[in-house]
């Protein structure tokens, strides 16, 4: 059976079972801190909000949805396969977006995608049957089993915010491709879920770190040497 992140104790074993495996990612969690446990709902309102939310800011994303849940009470797949193209257009969903929600809701409804049964299947299985669907990508496919299910295995190799951490904290040479990514990982399971955390919260706190370095640091001498010059210039003038 595949292990579960469900609560705060199950994320506080699986950061010590990682630590473990590879000492690597102490350090990391030294430098990030501890991550959040970040869940969302499951089911195909929790796939939904995954497609919804994707290439937008998270205000443009919790606009939309907001719009949509309102809308549509339950939020199901009757109900997206009732609904007009045209009236989800309204709520401002893309076009490629209410094909892919469309699809999602006919594969749910005539039960090609059984959403109830991935917990039982291991991340690559779940992986592969999500992916089946048209508009459930692989990206799509690994954030839901991630933060949706709380997959400990899950494995987002094509995000593009990994892939950055793993560069910036492994001190890589360049950015790993998703292929990349996945033969780097190999070696964490069954937690591979677990190091996408520590690697996102490591490259929030050091893109933090940077920010607040820049803010503070201060004006160059010979810059304030010109803006005295330029002050006392001005004050000689009648």
Not at 99 to 122: D, H, T, W, Y
Not at 159 to 184: G, H, I, K, S, T
Request: charged share 25%.
């Amino acid at each position: 059976m595949p292990s579960f992140i469900h609560t705060e104790a199950d994320l506080d074993a699986a950061l010590a079972a990682l630590g473990k495996s590879d000492a690597r990612f102490e350090a990391l969690l030294a430098k990030a801190g501890r991550p959040p446990l970040r869940r969302r709902a499951d089911g195909f309102a929790g796939l939904a909000g995954i497609v919804v939310a994707q290439q937008l800011s998270t205000a443009s994303a919790n606009a939309i949805w907001g719009r949509l849940v309102a809308a549509f009470d339950p939020l199901d797949p009757a109900a997206i396969l009732r609904a007009r193209p045209a009236r989800l257009a309204r709520l401002g969903l893309s076009a490629p977006k209410i094909r892919a929600l469309k699809a999602i809701a006919k594969a749910v409804a005539r039960e090609e995608l059984a959403l109830e049964g991935l917990a039982a299947l291991a991340a690559d299985e779940a992986h592969a049957a999500l992916t089946t669907v048209h508009g459930i990508g692989p990206w799509t496919a690994d954030i839901y089993l991630l933060s949706c299910l709380g997959h400990a295995d899950a494995w987002p190799a094509g995000d593009l915010a990994l892939q950055e951490a793993a560069r910036v904290a492994f001190a890589l040479p360049a950015r790993p491709n998703a292929r990349e990514m996945q033969a780097l990982a190999e070696s964490w399971r069954p937690w591979r879920a677990v190091a996408a955390r520590i690697l996102w919260a490591y490259y929030r706190a050091v893109a933090d770190a940077a920010k607040a370095a820049r803010i503070k640091r201060p004006r160059p001498r010979a810059a304030k040497r010109r803006v005295t010059t330029r002050k006392k210039r001005r004050a000689s003038k009648p």
